[in-house]
């Protein structure tokens, strides 16, 4: 058995505030506050007003609340204490400096949320939603990100496991008792609920892929030939002037980003250089730029321009990304529509709303008020695997073969929420994580 650390760290953002938190967890934390406060008794639970001292000198650092939660009933599932003093970077790295010399150490980054999850006070979908509660962008991701915190995704994925655990025990109890050698009496019946699974599976899949905008964000590239609005729409959707517009082609030569929301999602606009065949080697510098942005995109606005259907961009992108084609400069043609795309002016501002409803829908994400919990690209990725493993499973297949693959989906479903040492995976996922938190 190893004595665990006890860590310290300043949980309240880096700067100057109202009040700032100094967060202790640990075996040691109580002895430290001890000293730090200079008080023998410290009440669970309990707001107690007094000085925080520096117990090498005996002065008073500042003064504040001490609040002490024994365990096991803590945020970190360890005896904490949370300091509550001045919000002066200066006073609070004075606290931290003082409870590192009685002992404890600096925290990484996530690590009190990190604690947390190994003594299963969370999962890790909801330690993962703790982080993206923390760093939501819009108040929609973080009312999805409050409801995976609470659970939603294991609760989600219970029966999907104790149906796989099932059937499991049927086909392993088959080979540790049957005869081997004679055929599987179990597996025809097994191979039709691995298939049931597998559709159920593959169904949340469809209805959780378009959560993952809303914790982690979409990149929307806007890509065209030069001079058909790309700039001016990206003014528009930003509202506010963030790319300079000229009627000169080729007035925008690098990729510009600007942050804006569209229905409650978190996107990340990209402006790009307009794409056509050019001598210039700064516009082609540019260009490569647009083409690497639209790689990287979630989704492709190509931009057409209604004064000039035959202004097509030369663009190959990966074929997975979805586009849509949206014609510009609608107040110059009257009602004349092409066949396909959605049309607006960037100039008026008609349209607007129709693309930003399209977006979504191309996305799947129409639907997002009535999305439960946010998901990561990692739990797609781990049911993605799970249905693969069950999607393999014949009726013909020897039993172990079918206990293998039904004992793989049941790891994938498990690593989801952390049920299995992962190591690797917990430094990824704590990494991402705020200091103190
Ligand atoms: N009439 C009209 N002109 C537009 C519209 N959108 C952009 N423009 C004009 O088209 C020219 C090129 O616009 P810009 O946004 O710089 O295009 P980009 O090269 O694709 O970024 C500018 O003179 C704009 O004022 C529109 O919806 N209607
Ligand atoms: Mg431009």
């Known amino acids: 058995m190893t004595v665990a650390d006890t860590i310290v760290a300043v949980a309240t953002p880096p700067g100057v505030g109202g009040i700032g ?20 008794r410290l009440r669970p639970r309990h707001a107690h007003y007094g000085r925080l001292l520096d117990p090498a000198s005996g002065e008073a650092i500042d003064d504040g609340l001490i609040l002490y939660f024994p365990a096991p009933h803590s945020y970190t599932g360890e005896d904490v204490i949370e300091l509550q ?14 409870a590192v010399g009685l002992g404890a150490r600096r925290a ?29 962008q819009t108040a929609q991701a973080a009312r999805l990100a409050r409801s995976s915190l609470d659970g939603a995704l294991a609760a989600e994925l219970e029966p999907v496991s104790r149906a796989i655990r099932d059937m499991r025990v049927i086909i392993e109890a ?19 609920r691995a298939e049931n699974l597998h559709t159920t599976i593959l169904a949340l899949l469809e209805r959780l892929r378009p959560a993952r905008y809303f914790a982690q964000g979409l990149r929307l590239a806007l890509v065209g030939a030069p001079n058909v609005g790309k700039s001016s729409l990206m003014n528009r959707l930003a509202e506010s002037e963030v790319a300079i517009v000229t009627d000169r082609p080729g007035t925008t030569r690098d990729v510009l980003r600007s942050p804006i929301a569209i229905h409650g999602i978190p996107v990340e606009l990209i402006d790009t250089a307009g794409l056509h065949a ?10 490569q730029r647009a083409r690497e942005a639209a790689t990287g995109a979630d989704l492709i ?74 998901v990561r690209a990692r739990h797609l990725d781990g049911l993605r695997l799970a249905a693969l493993h069950l999607g393999r499973i014949e009726a013909s297949a020897a039993p172990d073969l ?23 995976l917990l430094g990824e996922i704590f990494a991402g994580f705020c200091i103190g938190k």
């Open 174 to 192: 088959e080979i540790d008792f049957g005869e081997t050698d004679l055929e599987s009496e179990a597996a025809p019946d097994i191979a039709r």
């Open 21 to 40: 938190v100094v967060r202790l967890s640990g075996p040691e934390a109580l002895a430290i506050a001890r000293r730090l406060t200079g008080r023998d």
């Open 402 to 424: 079918i206990a293998e693959e039904l004992r793989l989906a049941e790891a994938a479903l498990d690593a989801l929420l952390g049920r299995q040492d992962h190591e690797a």
């Open 301 to 374: 606005l190509e931009l057409r321009d209604l004064t000039r259907p035959e202004a097509v961009p030369d663009l190959e992108a990966p074929p997975e990304i979805p586009r849509l084609t949206v014609w510009n400069k609608q107040d110059c043609v009257g009602d004349s529509r092409p066949a396909e795309g959605i049309v607006i002016s960037a100039r008026t501002g008609a349209g607007i709303d129709e693309l930003k409803q399209a977006i979504v829908e191309r996305l799947g994400a129409g639907e997002g008020g009535q999305q439960r919990f946010s």
């Open 85 to 98: 003093g001045h919000g002066s970077p200066v006073l609070l790295e004075g606290m931290v400096a003082a």
């Open 278 to 287: 050019s001598d210039d080697p700064v516009e082609r510098i540019g260009m």
């Open 108 to 136: 990484r980054p996530g690590e009190f949320t990190e604690q947390a999850f190994l003594n299963g006070r969370l999962d890790l979908a909801q330690a993962e939603a703790v982080a993206d509660l923390i760093h939501a």
